[in-house]
């Protein structure tokens, strides 16, 4: 079978980003492959966990995706501090005499983020909107890589490992069943604090949920590669609940013009138009801007912003929001139909070695430097009563259910379908019977009518 066909069945979406389907990434040839081991966002445990444990598979996937391919080029990029990791990826590599690189990364945020990343390795920056194979490369997260793995062994993708990390006892790394709730996790956690919030991923871009509700119905998805719990008084989670229309006051009242937001920004040191202190600058005026012409040239570069938070959390003297003022930017560009025009071909700028941002001054800056650990996490194996498998956890099209209430499945079953175009394939991640079918879920519970 062709791998991207085994793929294709086995379901597997990217596992560090968005969930963009993997059987249309590789569909392609390309001059580079690169494997994102990164850990892009501080405490997050999950890809160190894998490459220590499965830098084998890692390493043989690796190469057969590469040959796929037709890369002249197979690379695996890691943070340069990660000397455990890189001691068992090269011995794997020399046990497998694999055609594989290892590159060390140094650690700064966003060192994973895909555009940076490929700019690191290959010195090549991706058009601005653009994909890493308009410069010859396709980049995978280091668990996709795995699952590409037992895809070609037959197995569909139906568990999920992820790192539990902040307000907890103890880091746990998780392997769980796809549709695992979210609180069931915590729970085996041992000690979470009194009122706290769970953001989904990593500090910087993952999704914050504040209420109970909201945490009582998160479920694991084939995307979510890490839990932070933070106490609900943390300053991150009263950032996040601040209105939008006070971000605006705030950033129409105080900001400076000291274009720190500018100058530290990842994508504008790649050579990317993004300008958010020009955004600052223009915001009071917005609504009397009715020319489209001077619109785009005050908010356009709001399109290039990739939403790493490094302008907000980390750069900005006066505490305010670029980040979340390009997106309010965004929407109004769709609004008004603007698509501001694309550099094709941008240049990194000179400052692109030296305004990098230390993860460890970052951690400091989020607050979070009492959550570091240096203890490598236990895994832990959870078997949940019940699942409720989202029918959209990719890019793309939600997967069409192909079973129905009262069917009985057995773990790595499909239960729903690839949709027409794009779209990914969902398999059972229990042994159970399904309870319920909605346009948006599918519930499988093992206990027995
Ligand atoms: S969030 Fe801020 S720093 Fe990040 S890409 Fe957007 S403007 Fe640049
Ligand atoms: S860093 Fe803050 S104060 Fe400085 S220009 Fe940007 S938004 Fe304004």
Not at 257 to 266: A, F, G, N, V
Request: net charge neutral; charged share 25%; hydrophobic share 40%.
């Amino acid at each position: 079978m062709q791998m991207t066909e085994a793929v294709k069945n086995a379901g597997v979406v990217g596992a560090g980003g968005a969930g963009f389907p993997t059987h249309v990434k590789l569909n392609t040839k390309a001059e580079y492959f690169l494997v994102n081991a990164a850990e892009c966002e501080p405490l997050i445990e999950t890809d160190k966990y894998l490459c220590r444990t499965y830098a084998r598979q890692i390493v043989r996937t690796a190469v057969r995706i590469a040959g796929h391919l037709e890369a002249k080029h197979a690379v695996i990029a890691l943070k340069e501090k990660y000397s455990r990791e890189i001691g068992a990826l090269s011995e794997a590599i020399a046990e497998e005499r694999a055609d594989l690189k290892i590159f060390r990364l140094r650690p700064f945020y966003p060192a994973g983020d895909e555009q940076v990343l490929v700019h690191q390795v290959t010195e090549r920056s991706v058009p601005e909107r653009g994909l890493p194979l308009d410069v010859g490369c396709v980049v995978e997260n280091v668990g996709t890589v795995l699952a590409v793995s037992d895809a070609l062994e037959g197995m569909p993708v139906t568990e999920k490992f992820l790192s539990v990390t902040g307000a907890v006892k103890t880091p746990v790394m998780f392997r769980v069943p796809i549709g695992t709730p979210v609180r069931e996790v915590l729970q085996k956690t041992g000690g979470l604090p009194g009122q706290y919030a769970v953001i989904l991923g990593g500090p910087m871009m993952g999704k914050m949920l504040t209420e109970e509700r909201d945490i009582g119905q998160a479920v694991v998805t084939k995307t979510t590669g890490n839990l932070l719990v933070l106490p609900k008084d943390h300053d991150l989670v009263r950032r996040t609940l601040m209105p939008r229309e006070k971000m605006i006051r705030r950033a129409t009242a105080a900001c400076i013009q000291c274009r720190m937001c500018t100058d530290l920004c990842p994508r504008y040191l790649i050579g990317h138009e993004v300008y958010p202190h020009r955004i600052m600058r223009n915001l009071w005026r917005q609504p009397d801007v009715t020319d489209e012409k001077e619109f785009e040239r005050c908010f356009g570069s709001a399109a290039n912003c990739c939403n790493c938070g490094v302008c907000e959390m980390f750069a900005c003297p006066m505490g305010l929001s670029p980040r979340k003022m390009n997106e309010y930017v965004k929407e109004l560009l769709r609004e008004r139909g603007i698509n501001p025009v694309r550099s094709l071909n941008p240049g990194a700028r000179r400052a692109v070695d030296y305004h990098r941002i230390p993860t460890e001054r970052l951690i400091a800056r989020l607050g979070l430097t009492q959550y570091v650990s240096h203890s490598l996490p236990d895994l832990v194996r959870l078997d949940p009563e019940e699942v409720m498998v989202p029918l959209s956890q990719h890019i793309g099209k939600p997967a069409v259910p192909v079973v129905s209430a009262g069917d009985r499945v057995k773990k790595g079953d499909l239960i729903a379908e690839a949709a027409e175009g794009l779209s990914a394939n969902i398999h059972a991640g229990v042994d159970g019977v399904v309870e319920g079918v909605t346009a948006d879920s599918i519930r499988i519970s093992r206990r027995e009518e």
